[in-house]
């Protein structure tokens, strides 16, 4: 079975950290490009970073840059997203996706969304 699974959300303070945890299973996570997403309720999806299928690339956009960091872990078949200096505007579900390269993802057409983690971020 495909599947991918996210965690590691939670509810933290301004200014808090988490490490968000996609753990792929079934099928081969090096071998694509993959992104986390997030939305917030009322808010279109967006693109919270994405990495390359090597790893030597990645991406965010300014809302994000300085504060997360996206990397991969190939023994452990699993990307992460490290997010620190919260924000409340961060508060979102935020998924994984995976697909050739992060110009595919950036696309916003992905579709095999899985259940999403929770981040609150909140005083």
């Known amino acids: 079975q495909v599947q991918l699974a996210e965690s590691g959300g939670g509810t933290v303070q301004p200014g808090g950290s988490l490490r968000l945890s996609c753990a792929a299973s079934?099928?081969?996570?090096?071998?694509?490009?993959v992104a986390w997403f997030r939305q917030a309720p009322g808010k279109e999806r967006e693109v919270a970073s994405c990495?390359?299928?090597?790893?030597?690339?990645?991406y965010y956009p300014d809302s994000v840059k300085g504060r997360f960091t996206i990397s991969r872990d190939s023994a452990k078949n699993t990307v992460y997203l490290q997010m620190n200096s919260l924000k409340p505007e961060d508060t979102a579900v935020y998924y994984c996706?995976?697909?050739?390269?992060?110009?595919?993802?950036?696309?916003?057409?992905?579709?095999?969304w899985g259940q999403g983690t929770q981040v609150t971020v909140s005083s």
């Open positions: 996706a995976p697909d050739r390269t992060c110009a595919n993802l950036r696309r916003g057409t992905y579709e095999h």
């Open positions: 079934g099928f081969t996570l090096d071998s694509y490009a």
């Open positions: 990495i390359s299928s090597s790893g030597g690339s990645t």
